[in-house]
């Protein structure tokens, strides 16, 4: 699998110091994200779904601008009007197929887990979508 890195890895890690810029390529062996043929972190590592999303389609730098809009348009210090944050995550867990993007060991929160990091852009843009429409109160 091919990924991408969202934003400026730098930072020590399984194979030492390093600092990757934003948009570098990196392949994976197995479930290890590998830089320069060495190590860097398992593909469900936290440090993973911080810094890369998948490049597989070779629509990484998309998929990073659609995964930040969400997490912006999700997260609790970005959202001004608390009840449309409620409103929000009660709409994506009311959605079976958004799911899939949960960790499923954790029952009373919500963490976006691997495959939110490598889901289609089609997935994405309906996410983006359906949270449009709750912000615009239209639910």
């Known amino acids: 699998m091919k990924y991408i890195t969202r934003k400026r890895y730098k930072k020590k890690c399984i194979q030492g110091e390093v600092n990757i810029p934003f948009g570098t390529e990196i392949d994976s062996k197995g479930n290890m994200l590998i830089y320069n043929e060495k190590p860097l972190c398992f593909d469900t ?6 810094y890369f999303v998948s490049n597989e389609d070779n629509q990484g730098l998309k998929r990073i601008e659609l995964i930040n809009w969400i997490l912006d348009h999700t997260s609790f210090d970005k959202i001004k009007n608390k009840d449309r944050y409620e409103e929000i995550w009660e ?3 009311s959605k079976k197929k958004y799911h899939k993007f949960k960790r499923e060991d954790n029952n009373d929160r919500w ?7 490598l889901a289609s852009i089609d997935d994405l843009e309906q996410l983006i979508n359906d949270i449009k429409i709750v912000e615009q109160g239209d639910c």
Do not use: C, N, P, T
């Open 45 to 50: 590592s936290q440090d993973a779904f911080d």
């Open 111 to 117: 963490l976006w887990y691997k495959d939110f990091y």
């Open 91 to 93: 709409m994506i867990w």
